[in-house]
């Protein structure tokens, strides 16, 4: 696969097998964010797997799912079996917005590389998901990625009047993305 067909075939999944990802494959993607672009090289993201299903059980009521669609959380059964938390050091530096970006963007390629997918999640209750992880203070959490095998299909299809992401007749999540000839200037 090359990077072209990697970013086209990534899509958001939010429902998973119930097969742990392996270890090695984890570290793989973190190993794609270590080499990320960072502004002024200072590389201050740091990364927590997260497999243990306590871990993951005390998680997962912290996590907004899937705000387009009624009834969008994964259902017990479904739900990702590893996530990668990432951390922002102040210690090293105070803005991690666009590090972060490239960092994730980098996982989630390696991700589709090896079989996997994901659902990079912002919309999380950062204090409470910091309290389970017990981070050191000066790691602030930026985002976590969960990560598993897909239990749902997802594709890009046209955009028309709207940007809604929604399911299709057959449970399909369809992304409508905006035509190359409208995007640009």
């Given at each position: 696969?090359n990077?072209?067909e ?17 270890e090695?494959d ?27 299903a ?21 259902k017990e ?19 991690f ?29 950062r ?10 203070g ?48």
């Open positions: 696969m990077v072209k990697a970013i086209f075939a990534r899509r958001t999944i939010r429902k998973f097998t119930q097969e742990i990802p392996r090695a984890l570290l793989d993607m973190i190993d794609c964010a270590r080499v990320a672009a960072y502004g002024a090289n200072m590389q201050p993201l740091k990364f927590r797997l997260i497999t243990d306590a871990e993951t059980d005390a998680v997962f009521p912290h996590i907004k799912w899937a705000g387009y669609l009624p009834d969008g959380a994964p059964g479904e739900r990702p079996k590893a996530y990668i938390a990432v951390y922002g050091d102040t210690d090293i530096r105070g803005g917005e666009t590090d972060a970006g490239a960092a994730v963007t980098s996982m989630m390629l390696d991700a589709v590389d090896l079989g996997l997918a994901t659902c990079w999640l912002g919309a999380i209750d204090d409470k998901i910091s309290a389970v992880l017990n981070a050191p000066n790691l602030k959490l930026l985002y976590l990625l969960a990560v598993g095998y897909p239990a749902q299909d997802s594709r890009i299809v046209e955009m028309k009047d709207d940007v809604k992401y929604y399911l299709d007749e057959n449970g399909t999540i369809n992304v409508p993305k905006r035509a190359l000839k409208d995007i640009l200037i």
